[in-house]
């Protein structure tokens, strides 16, 4: 297996542009997250979805950033218009949802935004 | 609210020199507390999964436990190339699932 697969791996834009970035996670999984990764700030849980459907998106920073998994192989996440404090590594996750307990996730290598 | 602590923050080791991480969490319901590694300009990249209090996982050099309020990974006789960032995640049944990371732990091993 391929693993999971983000797009681009990096991504500079200007202030005001829209950004998307994009996932397709390992076959077979069901659940997929977006995280944020910053020296100040960790990995922080942006969203995340089971079979396809947003569970969760109270890490979403603004109503600048939106996250939509139309499928089960692929998932996006679109900030905009961007601003120089969303530059940061954007890490997408998938893993299988297994009953009661969870399983782990997969990342990928994650997309480097800078936004000038 | 901080709800997964790790320390120390980070942590320096000659080669050989064996030591622990520590991940703790303050919330009941776990369902779940994984251990990842990220070394630099990479995604994290899994070690271990841990569900109940008394378990226990190996691998080469590394090995983790799980209490009720905290877990470790110990590191015994350590190479250079253990260096890394050590991040704990936790998932909790009252908050649907999700899967929290703590700010982990740099790691530096000296030859």
């Known amino acids: ?116 | 609210e901080d709800q997964v602590t790790q320390s120390p923050e980070a942590l320096r080791l000659q080669e050989g020199e064996s030591s622990s991480l520590n991940c703790s969490y303050t919330v009941s319901g776990l369902r779940g507390l994984f251990w990842y590694r990220q070394d630099p300009g990479k995604g994290p990249e899994f070690l271990f999964t841990l569900y109940s209090a008394g378990e226990e996982k190996e691998k080469e050099r590394l090995k983790a436990t799980l209490t009720k309020k905290e877990s470790f990974l110990h590191i015994t006789a350590p190479k250079p190339e253990d260096s890394a960032t050590y991040l704990c995640a936790v998932c909790f049944q009252y908050n649907n699932n999700d899967m929290r990371f703590g700010a982990g732990t740099r790691l530096t091993v000296k030859p």
């Open chain 1, 1 to 116: 297996d391929a693993g999971v697969i983000q797009s681009p791996r990096h991504e500079v834009t200007e202030m005001g542009q829209e950004v998307t970035l994009r996932c397709k996670p390992i076959s077979g999984h069901n659940s997929l997250f977006w995280y944020r990764q910053t020296m100040m700030r960790g990995l922080e849980l942006l969203i995340y979805f089971n079979n396809n459907v947003p569970i969760d998106d109270s890490g979403m920073p603004e109503d600048r950033f939106s996250a939509k998994m139309p499928n089960a192989s692929f998932s996006t996440l679109k900030i905009q218009p961007s601003e120089p404090r969303d530059s940061a590594v954007y890490f997408c996750a998938s893993r299988k949802l297994r009953g009661t307990f969870n399983t782990e996730a997969f990342f990928g290598q994650g997309t480097r935004l800078t936004v000038v």
